[in-house]
């Protein structure tokens, strides 16, 4: 059982293919940079919008290829096939 009484934030790391939050419970969601390494994204972002209040925000922080940054773009490179292979 949940607590009515909410502190104004909580960190939490957990499967975000399945939460164990009841719907609508949370103000905000956020995933950093892990969004493109679960099974299945979709599924994952619809348990975010199940557990996020609707008029609530879901805030994705994502990475991507960089022409500023080439060291982390040919990190990237080097290691996508490996990556690929877990989808």
């Not at 009841?22 to 919008?49: H, I, N, R, W």
């Not at 060291?71 to 989808?87: G, P, T, V």
Request: glycine share 4%.
């Amino acid at each position: 059982a949940y607590s009515q009484e909410k502190p104004q934030y909580a960190c939490i790391q957990a499967d975000g293919q399945s939460l164990s939050f009841p719907d609508q419970y949370f103000d905000t969601v956020v995933d950093t940079f892990g969004l493109c390494s679960y099974d299945d994204p979709v599924k994952t972002l619809k348990e975010m919008a199940r557990v996020c209040k609707p008029d609530g925000r879901i805030l994705l922080l994502e990475h991507g290829r960089s022409k500023s940054w080439d060291f982390i773009s040919q990190y990237l490179d080097k290691h996508a096939e490996r990556h690929a292979k877990n989808w």
